[in-house]
């Protein structure tokens, strides 16, 4: 399988080369560019045609725009936004123009790495923080979309695991991920359905068919003799 073309666009010098130290370290990602600038990032991301952008547009030199003009410049291209603060409405725009993921600055590493290969593999991927400014923003005005709820190969791991009783703490222990990466996973999850609780996660995937009730959810003593 070829590398994920990633793009960084950000101001900071200092998470920039963070950034690339990171994604330099693994093979399943190719740094294809780099920009420090919003004046360069069109014709550099025309230059580089990457799959994934990931942007801090709430740096200096940066800007939302930025992340419209992307999409709108390269077809397919998935954008993830890392900003330190998250304006509800101005993520709402993003969302309704594509964006396919969005975290805080203070995202742990393993989340970061764990957007951009979600988000090129064609998935949504949003921290907890963000999901729960989207959610306190909608209040009781709040629209449910009418797409079919996607759960991605991850997800779907981790609602197994979650199902068969272990602690979030367990889960990432058991699939090499943060504690944070797989509390973000659970609240995409509860987003996406609008479900609060795990066990509303649990009675979601048995309708769904997703999990087998029979294993997962009743003892022998449920059992009739």
Request: with cysteine; glycine share 6%.
């Amino acid at each position: 399988m070829s590398a994920i073309r990633l793009h960084i666009a950000e101001s900071n010098f200092v998470i920039r080369e963070g950034l690339k130290s990171v994604f330099d370290k693994l093979d399943s990602v190719e740094i294809v560019g780099v920009t420090a600038k919003s004046e360069d990032l069109k014709s550099q991301i025309m230059e580089t045609n990457p799959q994934v952008l990931l942007i801090n547009y709430d740096a200096h030199d940066f800007h939302a725009s930025d992340v419209m003009q992307s999409l709108r410049l390269i077809p397919g291209i998935r954008v993830v936004g890392m900003t330190h603060t998250c304006d509800p409405d101005t993520l709402q725009r993003l969302l309704d123009a594509g964006i396919a993921g969005h975290l805080m600055s203070d995202c742990d590493l393993d989340e970061i790495v764990d957007s951009v290969k979600s988000t090129a593999r064609g998935e949504k991927f949003f921290c907890g923080k963000v999901i729960d400014i989207l959610n306190a923003s909608k209040g009781e005005s709040s629209k449910h979309s009418c797409e079919p709820v996607s759960i991605s190969e991850r997800e779907l791991e981790i609602l197994q695991l979650v199902a068969q009783g272990l602690t979030t703490k367990q889960i990432a222990e058991k699939i090499h991920l943060s504690f944070h990466t797989v509390m973000t996973h659970r609240k995409n999850m509860m987003g996406k359905l609008g479900i609060t609780n795990t066990a509303g996660l649990i009675i979601y995937a048995v309708r769904e068919n997703l999990i087998s009730p029979n294993r997962f959810l009743f003892s022998e003593t449920n059992t009739t003799s």
